[in-house]
Nanobody, 122 residues
């Protein structure tokens, strides 16, 4: 069955870094664009970053542009999110997701992971 399993979350001080990983299985990973989203308590799920099937194009939310980097390894069926210069407002549950089309719209993503908590202390 389809699985997306995130890892790498945790507690970090402001200014620190974390690297999230998302291991995919049960579908043709290289055929899907991949995205990262996040949801803070009491807030809607928001787009963070996305990457095309080949990894050739990436797109970021304005709030993370220049601090976060999305990448993928199709040989390992894994997508990554390198997060640097973390801020307390980055605190959220981070989800990876897969979509046939390259989009920011979370409603168009077919498969989702269970999420990993990122907490940034001030």
């Amino acid at each position: 069955q389809v699985q997306l399993v995130e890892s790498g979350g945790g507690l970090v001080q402001a200014g620190g870094s974390l690297r999230l990983s998302c291991a995919a299985s049960g579908f043709t990973f290289s055929a899907y664009a991949m995205g990262w989203f996040r949801q803070a308590p009491g807030k809607e799920r928001e787009f963070v970053a996305r990457i095309t099937q080949s990894g050739g194009l990436t797109n970021y939310a304005d709030s993370v542009q220049g601090r976060f980097t999305i990448s993928r390894d199709n040989a390992k069926n894994t997508v990554y999110l390198q997060m640097t210069s973390l801020k307390p407002e980055d605190t959220a549950v981070y989800y990876c997701a897969a979509a046939i089309m390259n989009t920011d719209d979370y409603k168009l993503y077919s498969y989702w992971g269970q999420g990993t908590q990122v907490t940034v202390s001030s």
